[in-house]
């Protein structure tokens, strides 16, 4: 299961994988095939972020429209002359209504500058960061996928592509719901074949070690049935899932695709103006296209996996997920996945890739960011995995690119409208039995999500200790080696079952393990909390919502006593295998706030004293144009009525038409349309059931960024 390669490497990126460990991406070749070995950085290009005094100069040299090949700063000019072919392209595209927010936080200060391979990148940002005009610039670093495709498929006598109207996989489910091991059947997935090996040429073979019929403990789960039962899930919560594509047509997800429905698909157009042209539901951010991918050969079926334990559908037969739809409530219910493609086949990723990724997801919605990836821990042991980042200075001087797109997450995803206000990047740990979680998910801000078995027990595996914030099941085959599926293989019992490509698993579905696989846990319950919220019509900063998924967590911490044992390499390495063991007191408050708690998080999320009423929001629009807003989204059901003080600025209607439009309406039930009539502002009046708001109504001639 475990990377085996001994190597040195500098600060690298590795993901925090499914089965298999990782290859970090060093300056000389690892000890992989030459296809996999990936430099670590682009030739030819770096990042650089000009001084704010020099915006005036970017925007009349027309850089924030296209790539140009002089950047209308003279210094700047005059070092990049000497550098053949060169050419700067502005980081991140225009969205005409994010703008504001982008150049508020320096965004439109940071450029690529393109040129020859001949030059030395080192030079050139040694170059580039002598000049006071440049505030930071550094190498595009690769990022390179990890994972070596170890999944198991899941097997059974149902086993076919149309296992969803055949089939509820449910009881192989034991993160969703813990029924125990009772050794009799397979209800709840646990009840599998003991069929020890032979192990007696094994040093160390425990045979006085955990007894297997308490490996997996009833209820030790996300308590995901009680959730369920207080909240489907609401299609206005959006997680973003940056991974491989997802697998926009398995029968469990097409119901659960975010969809941009001011874009048009495959086009090359830009129809909605948010600076990517086709972006349906998602973007590939590694090949910059607006549709996704993920039938690649080496295409491991990772981001699909992530993407079915959030939002798979419920109740079809399939398998279960943390916030779905139900099938029985298809179009209301369950959140929503963005799919921003980051990874591709043996494909290196960047950067600059990963930071466009993560501020689309804000821009377009998306309040969760779902990120089964991660740096190499600083704690982990350098010559089987290499050197990582220890802290954030170390991390931030290296990639400030990707530190200042993961801030706009942070601070402007979600809306002061919406049941959330800023962003919420959750992490996987990492895979490096390491006592400290890996960045970007140690930064402040983000969660960093440990691995646990079916008994809380930590995954042998999992990164813990510093940094570590919360934990959730991942899986642990090395745990279960003694168990064996009936009919089945040995290696699958113990991982989490979601959902897979079909080039990947006939059936749809397989099993992997991982912190990537703890990591979705944790993304979706929080995304089921955001819909609780909503359906509340609660508003929340994403500091109180963090600050209640850790007090509403499982305390684990008096159960670490004792010795752990497991067999490492027994699945990827047999011949390998050799027996042992783990202090469980070593983990003993070093799993974070201890194992994510659907139930009691949704608890504390309806709680009386939690959150502020949401209000209508204040509506802006052009002369000319219309904008729509629903208050059943933030007041509950209707009838409404509004009343314009100013009239001449705006109208408002219940059905959408214009001719019927007036400075007041009455009993609407659902959506209302606001006009603009004129320049100019007015105050408006929304009278419901719960009483009255004020709101504001701001009408403009034009705008740039609107």
């Known amino acids: 299961m475990k990377f085996l390669n001994i190597i040195f490497v500098s600060a690298v990126m590795v993901a925090a994988a499914s089965c298999a460990k990782v290859s970090p991406v060093t300056d000389a070749p690892a000890a992989t095939s030459p296809e996999e070995t990936v430099p670590a950085y682009m030739p030819g290009e770096v990042v650089l972020k000009f001084d704010e005094s020099l915006a005036g100069l970017l925007d009349e040299a027309g850089l924030a429209d296209a790539p140009a090949t002089r950047s209308g700063v003279s210094t700047v000019d005059e070092i990049l002359d000497i550098i053949d072919g060169y050419r700067l392209e502005r980081v991140f595209p225009v969205n005409k209504a994010t703008e504001e927010a982008s150049r508020a936080a320096g965004l439109h200060l940071w450029y690529v500058v393109h040129f020859s391979e001949d030059e ?123 991974d491989e594509g997802v697998f926009l047509e398995h029968p469990d997800l097409v119901n659960s695709l975010w969809t941009n ?109 779902q990120c089964s990836f991660g740096y190499t821990s600083g704690a982990a042991n350098p010559y089987e995995y290499g050197i990582g980042y220890r802290d954030a200075d170390e991390w931030e001087a290296s990639s400030p690119l990707e530190k200042a797109a993961m801030d706009y997450f942070i601070h402007n995803a979600g809306s002061d409208n919406g049941p959330v206000k800023g962003g919420i990047p959750v992490f996987a740990s990492g895979n490096e039995y390491a006592p400290m979680a890996g960045f970007p998910g140690a930064y402040e801000g983000c969660v960093s999500v440990a691995s ?25 085959q090395d745990y279960y080696f003694d168990f064996k599926e009936p009919d089945g293989d040995r290696g699958a019992v113990g991982c989490i079952l979601s959902t897979l490509p079909f080039h990947v698993s006939d059936s749809g579905y397989g099993y992997m393990e991982g912190t990537s696989m703890a990591c979705p846990h944790v993304s979706g319950v929080i995304a089921l909390g955001l819909s609780h919220a909503a359906r509340l019509h609660k508003h929340f900063t994403a500091d109180e919502i963090i600050d209640m998924l850790y007090k509403s967590a499982t305390s684990i911490d008096d159960d670490m006593t004792g010795t752990k044992f497991y067999y490492r ?20 408050n070093n799993m974070g706030a201890g194992v994510v708690n659907a139930e009691a998080f949704l608890g504390m999320i309806a709680g009386d004293d939690a959150g502020v009423a949401m209000e209508f929001p204040n509506i802006y629009i052009k002369v000319g144009a219309s904008s729509a807003a629903n208050p059943v989204s933030f007041l509950g059901q209707g009838p409404f009525s509004v009343t314009i003080d100013d009239p001449s600025v705006a109208s408002v209607s219940a059905d959408g038409k214009q001719d019927s439009a007036s400075g007041t309406v009455s009993n609407a039930e659902g959506t209302l349309t606001f006009f603009g009539l004129k320049s100019g502002s007015t105050t408006a009046t929304i009278t419901y059931a719960g009483g009255s708001q004020t709101f504001a109504i701001t009408v403009r001639t034009s705008s740039d960024w609107l």
């Open 120 to 242: 030395n990148v080192e030079d050139v940002v040694k170059k580039l960061s002598a000049l006071g005009e440049v505030q930071a610039a550094s190498p595009v670093r690769t990022i390179k996928k990890a994972y070596d495709g170890k999944v198991i498929p899941f097997r059974s006598s149902a086993s076919t592509r149309a296992i969803t109207a055949d089939q509820d996989l449910l009881p192989w489910q034991w993160n969703l719901k813990n029924n125990g091991y009772d050794g009799s059947s397979v209800e709840g997935g646990l009840a599998y074949t003991v069929n020890h090996p032979d192990l007696s040429s094994i040093e160390g073979y425990p045979f006085d070690g955990r007894n297997y019929e308490t490996k997996f403990v009833q209820g030790d789960d996300v308590h995901w049935e009680q959730a369920r039962a207080l909240c489907q899930g609401d299609p206005s919560i959006i997680v973003a899932v940056l």
């Open 569 to 588: 390499w027994q699945v990827d390495v047999p011949h390998l295998i050799h027996a042992r063991t783990m202090s469980l007191s070593s983990y003993k």
């Open 261 to 369: 429905e001011d874009e048009v698909e495959y086009s090359n157009e830009d129809h909605d103006g948010n600076g990517y042209a086709g972006d349906v539901h998602g973007y590939d951010f590694l090949n910059d296209r607006g549709y996704i991918t993920w039938d690649d050969v080496k295409d491991t079926g990772h981001g699909t996996h992530c993407a079915g334990i959030i939002a798979a559908t419920n109740g079809n037969n399939g398998i279960s997920s943390i916030a779905g739809p139900d099938n029985d409530n298809l179009g209301n219910s369950g959140v929503r996945i963005m799919s921003c493609q980051i990874f591709s086949g043996n494909s290196a990723s960047t950067t600059v890739s990963l930071s466009r990724a993560i501020k689309y997801a804000a821009d377009n919605g998306a309040v969760v960011l």
């Open 452 to 476: 646990v078995a079916g008994d809380f027990t930590p995954s042998t595996y999992t990164n813990y200790a510093e940094y570590t914030k919360i934990s959730a099941p991942g899986g642990d």
